[in-house]
C-alpha cells in the first residue's frame, strides 16, 4: 500500500514537473493547469504516505534518510503551492518541483539506515521537526528564486531579453520573493531550533544532542541570519543577494549529505 | 454572388498616391452612398487607413464588379481609372477572404501584429452598417473576421514584445522593476526623444518625473509639460541615487555620468537596481556602468538589436497565424455553401412545380371533362413522380455541403438544372 503511494507520488511529480517545462516552452495555459493538478494530487498522496509511515514509526522516521528526504520534498512541494498562489510567478513550477522530484529521489538513492527507531511521539519533537523542514523548504524557495534572478539579470546584461527571459518576472519580483522566503524561513528554523532543544532537553536530559540533522540544522541557521543581517543592514540585494540564498542552500545541502553519507 | 475587393496598400503604392485616394474616416457615409451604383446596390465597405485604401463589394460578377470598383475609385477623386491599374490589387471569393482575415490579424501590416488595425477595420465596418450600406453576408463575414483577429492574437505571440524603440525600453524597465509607479524617472537632456520615452513611461504608470538639463529653462519648461520637476545639471549628484530610471539624450560631446557617479549612487540607495537608458550620440553614460552589479544599461543600439529580435520573432508568430487564417476561411466558405443549399433547393422543387404545373394545364385541356377523382389520380401521380425524381439528388446535397469541397455539388446542380437562369 505505501510503496504504491510512494510510486504515485514520484510519478505525479515527474509529471508536473514535465508539465511545467512544457508550459515554460510554449505557454499554454492549460498545460500550467495539468502541471499544478499533478502537483496537487502528489502532494495529498505524499500526505497520505508520510502520515501513514509516521503514525507507524513515530516522528523520528524523519531523522532517518528517506524520511527526512521525503518529508523535505513534501515540505518544498507545501512552500511551492503557497508561493504559487501568492504570488502567481508562473515560472515558480518549473523550479521547485524538480527539486522536490530530487529530493525524494535522492532518498531512494541513498543507502537506507540500519538505524532502529525508538517509539517515541512527542508534541515538541514532533513540532520541532515541521518547523525545521518548513524552514529549509522555505530557503530551496529562496535558492530558486535567486537561481531565476541570475538567469534574468545575466539575460538582461548581456542586453538579450528575448527567449527564456519573457518568463521569468521582473526582477524586483524575484528580489522580493527572496526576501519574504528568507523573512518566513528563518523564525521557523529559530523556532524549530528551540522546540528540539525543548524536547531533547525533556526526553535526553540535555539541552543540545548531537544527531545527524543537528550540523546542518546550525550551519542553515548561520548562513541565513547571516543573509537577512546583510540585507537589512548592508543593502545586500538583487544580484549579490542571489548568489549568497543560492550559495547559503548549497551548503546546507552538502552538509547534510556529508553528514549523512559520513 | 461574390465578395470581392479591390485595394492599394503600402507595399503596391507610393505615400502620395495613397494621400490622393485616402478617404476621411469621418465622412465615408457619403462615398459609400455613391459606391452603391457601382455595386448595383450590393453590400459595400470601404476601408481607409494610412496605410490602405479598400473597397469590399458584393457582386454578382467578379470581372464586372473589379472593374466597376476601380472605376468609382477613379471617378470619387476625379483621376482616371486606368492609371490606377498598377497600384491596384483585386481579390474576389476564397482570396478575398483570406485577404480581409489577413488584414484584420495585422498579417498585411507595415508593422505585423500591431493592434491598430483591427480597430480601424471594425470603424470601417460600423460606419458602413450604420449607412446600410452591409446586410446579412458582410455581417457573417466582418465578424468572423473580427474573431479570427481575436483568435490569432491570443494563440500566437504576433502582438508582444515592443517594436519600437521606445516601447522597447518600457518593456526593458518591466523587467527590472515590478510596478513602475513607484519608480523615479530622470530626464536628462529637454529632446524629442527623451520626451517620448517618458511619455510612455508615464502611460505605463510612472508618477515622479525629474527633468535635468543643461539650461534649467528648458528642464523647467519640460517639467512642466511632463507634470516632472525640473532641476539644473549640476544638480545631478545629488538627485542620482533617487532616480530608478535614467533616459539620457542630450547632446554633450562626453560622457555625463561615469562609473564613479553610478558607484557613489548605489551606495546611497543600498544597490537598488537602477536602469540606464542612453538614446543619446554620442553617448551620455560611461559604457563602464553595465559592469556594476544591479545596474541596467541599453544604448540605443542595444535597443534597436532587440527591436531587431522582436520583429523577428513575430515574423516566426506570423506564420502560425497563417495557418489559423487558412482554417478560419475554410471553415467560412463551407459555411457559404450550406447557406446556398437552401435556396437552391427551394428554386429547384419551384421550377419542378411550374413545369408540371404547365405540363397539366396543357393535358387537361387536351383531355377535356374529367371525373373529379381521375383530376386528383392525375396530379397525384405527377407529384409523386417529381418528389421521387429530386429526393435523392436533394438529400445527396445537403449531406454533401457538410462536408468539405461540397461546394462543387451545388455548382453542377446549378448548372444541370439551369436555376440561375
Not at chain 2, 542630450?250 to 557613489?264: F, H, L, M
Request: charged letters at 20%.
Amino acid at each position: 500500500m505505501n510503496v504504491i503511494l510512494d510510486n504515485l507520488t514520484l510519478f505525479c511529480y515527474i509529471l508536473s514537473t514535465l508539465f511545467h517545462w512544457l508550459f515554460m516552452a510554449s505557454r499554454k495555459r492549460t498545460l500550467l493547469l495539468y502541471a499544478i493538478g499533478a502537483a496537487c494530487v502528489g502532494f495529498s498522496l505524499h500526505t497520505g504516505y508520510l502520515s501513514v509511515e509516521a503514525s507507524r514509526v513515530g516522528p523520528l522516521l524523519f531523522s532517518e534518510v528517506q524520511g527526512s528526504t521525503a518529508f523535505f520534498s513534501w515540505a518544498v512541494v507545501l512552500v511551492y503551492l503557497i508561493a504559487e498562489a501568492v504570488t502567481r510567478i508562473r515560472a515558480l513550477g518549473s523550479f521547485l518541483m524538480p527539486m522536490a522530484l530530487l529530493a525524494l529521489l535522492l532518498g531512494l538513492a541513498l543507502p537506507p539506515d540500519a538505524a532502529h527507531f525508538l517509539p517515541l511521539t512527542s508534541f515538541w519533537l514532533t513540532t520541532h521537526i515541521v518547523l525545521a523542514f518548513l524552514g529549509n523548504a522555505a530557503f530551496a524557495l529562496t535558492c530558486c528564486g535567486g537561481i531565476m534572478y541570475l538567469i534574468q539579470d545575466s539575460y538582461l546584461k548581456a542586453k538579450q531579453p528575448g527567449g527564456l527571459s519573457s518568463r521569468l518576472p521582473s526582477l524586483e519580483m524575484l528580489d522580493r520573493l527572496n526576501f519574504w522566503a528568507l523573512a518566513f524561513g528563518l523564525p521557523l528554523l529559530t523556532q524549530g531550533i528551540i522546540t528540539g532543544a525543548i524536547w531533547a532537553r525533556y526526553a535526553r536530559g540535555s539541552w543540545w544532542i548531537w544527531e545527524r540533522t543537528t550540523w546542518p540544522l546550525i550551519v542553515m541557521w548561520g548562513i541565513y541570519m547571516l543573509l537577512f543581517i546583510g540585507r537589512w543592514y548592508l543593502g545586500w540585494r538583487g544580484r549579490r543577494a542571489a548568489v549568497a540564498v543560492i550559495v547559503g542552500f548549497c551548503a546546507v545541502s552538502f552538509s547534510y549529505l556529508l553528514h549523512t553519507l559520513g | 454572388m461574390h465578395i470581392l475587393v479591390v485595394g492599394l496598400n503600402h507595399k503596391t503604392t507610393p505615400i502620395d498616391w495613397r494621400e490622393r485616394l485616402h478617404f476621411p474616416p469621418h465622412t465615408l457615409e457619403e462615398p459609400l452612398e455613391k459606391l452603391a451604383h457601382y455595386t448595383d446596390g450590393g453590400e459595400r465597405v470601404i476601408l481607409s487607413t494610412c496605410n490602405r485604401v479598400e473597397l469590399y463589394g458584393h457582386v454578382q460578377h467578379v470581372a464586372r464588379g473589379s472593374s466597376r470598383l476601380q472605376q468609382f475609385l477613379g471617378d470619387y477623386h476625379g483621376i482616371a481609372a486606368d492609371v490606377l491599374t498598377p497600384y491596384l490589387y483585386t481579390y474576389h471569393g476564397e482570396a478575398a477572404l483570406r485577404h480581409l482575415f489577413r488584414v484584420v490579424s495585422s498579417l498585411d501590416s507595415l508593422v505585423i501584429g500591431e493592434a491598430q488595425i483591427a480597430a480601424q477595420v471594425k470603424e470601417a465596418f460600423a460606419i458602413a452598417r450604420r449607412a446600410k450600406a452591409t446586410s446579412s453576408v458582410f455581417s457573417q463575414v466582418f465578424e468572423r473576421a473580427f474573431a479570427v483577429a481575436k483568435r490569432v492574437r491570443t494563440e500566437t505571440r504576433i502582438g508582444e514584445h515592443a517594436v519600437s524603440v521606445s516601447y522597447a525600453a518600457v518593456e526593458l524597465a518591466k523587467k527590472i522593476f515590478q510596478d513602475l509607479s513607484a519608480k523615479t524617472v530622470l530626464i536628462l537632456g529637454a529632446g524629442e526623444m527623451s520626451e517620448l520615452t517618458a511619455q510612455h513611461l508615464i502611460s505605463q504608470g510612472v508618477r515622479h518625473l525629474l527633468v535635468a538639463n543643461r539650461t534649467l529653462e528648458h528642464a523647467m519648461e519640460l517639467a512642466s509639460r511632463l507634470q516632472g520637476q525640473g532641476i539644473a545639471l549640476d544638480q545631478l549628484p545629488e538627485y542620482l541615487p533617487k532616480a530608478d530610471i535614467i533616459v539620457s539624450s542630450t547632446g554633450a560631446p562626453e560622457p555625463i555620468i561615469r562609473k564613479a557617479d553610478v558607484q557613489n549612487a548605489l551606495k546611497l540607495r543600498k544597490n537598488r537596481s537602477m536602469f540606464f537608458i542612453d538614446i543619446a550620440v554620442p553617448r551620455d553614460i560611461d559604457p563602464a556602468v553595465n559592469e556594476l552589479d544591479n545596474v541596467y544599461l541599453y544604448d540605443i543600439d542595444d535597443l534597436q538589436y532587440v527591436v531587431e529580435e522582436n520583429r523577428k520573432t513575430r515574423e516566426r508568430e506570423a506564420a502560425l497565424a497563417e495557418t489559423i487564417i487558412a482554417r478560419e476561411v475554410e471553415a467560412v466558405l463551407q459555411w457559404f455553401d450550406e447557406q446556398q443549399v437552401v435556396p437552391a433547393v427551394i428554386r429547384l422543387r419551384r421550377k419542378a412545380e411550374s413545369i408540371r404545373q404547365h405540363e397539366l394545364e396543357k393535358l387537361f385541356s387536351k383531355l377535356g371533362p374529367l371525373a373529379d377523382h381521375e383530376r386528383q389520380a392525375i396530379e397525384a401521380m405527377s407529384a409523386a413522380i417529381i418528389n421521387k425524381l429530386l429526393h435523392s439528388p436533394i438529400v445527396r446535397l445537403k449531406q454533401e455541403s457538410q462536408a468539405k469541397g461540397g461546394g462543387r455539388y451545388l455548382q453542377a446542380l446549378r448548372e444541370l438544372f439551369g436555376l440561375d437562369e
